[in-house]
C-alpha cells in the first residue's frame, strides 16, 4: 500500500509513490530544503549545531521545531511549545525517531532552546493537559486541547 507521506492518505493506483497532490509533494521538498539550510547555517557537525547561540549542541531539528512554534504551530503557551511532529519531518529528519512530538522552551540568562522529544500520544496529550490545567489528565475531565497543525 503507499500513501501520501505528508497525510497518510492511502494512493490511488494513477497517483505518483510519495504524495497525493502537488502542494503536499512541495511541502517534502521544502522540509527537506530547510534541514539543508539549518545544517549551513548553524554548523551542524555529527548532527549537532556548532555556532554559539539558542541552539548550540541541539540537534538539527530544534531549530526547524522553533520556527514552526514561531509560526503558530503547535499548543504554545508563553513558556513551552509542544508540536506534532508529521510524516515528512519524520522522514526528513531520521533522528527523530518514533517521537509523536516535542516540546520546546527556552531558559537560562541566554535563552538557551531546551527541548524534549515525547514518545507517545498520551504522554504528549498529558504534558498537554497538565500545562493547561496544572493537572494530569486522568484527573482532567474536560481537558481536550485544540492543537493546530
Known amino acids: 500500500m503507499n500513501i501520501c507521506e505528508l497525510c497518510g492518505r492511502e494512493l490511488s493506483e494513477n497517483e505518483q509513490a510519495g504524495f497525493c497532490s502537488p502542494a503536499h509533494r512541495e511541502a517534502g521538498v521544502l522540509v527537506a530544503a530547510r534541514r539543508s ?7 551542524v557537525e555529527n548532527g549537532r549545531i556548532g555556532l554559539p547561540g539558542p541552539f548550540q549542541a541541539a540537534e ?5 521545531f522553533w520556527e514552526q512554534m514561531l509560526g503558530g504551530r503547535g499548543f504554545r503557551t508563553n513558556d513551552v511549545a509542544y ?4 510524516p515528512v519531518e519524520r522522514k526528513v529528519f531520521p533522528e527523530l525517531g518514533t517521537a509523536f512530538a ?4 527556552q531558559t537560562g540568562p541566554a535563552l538557551e532552546v531546551e527541548y524534549a522529544l515525547l514518545e507517545t500520544e498520551d504522554e504528549f496529550d498529558e504534558a498537554v493537559c497538565l500545562e493547561m490545567t496544572g493537572l494530569a489528565s486522568a484527573a482532567c475531565d474536560d481537558c481536550g486541547p485544540k492543537i493546530v497543525q
Open 83 to 86: 508540536i506534532e511532529i508529521g
Open 102 to 105: 516535542i516540546w520546546l522552551g
Open 60 to 64: 538539527v531539528f530544534v531549530p526547524y
Open 37 to 43: 539550510q539549518l545544517e549551513a547555517e548553524h554548523k
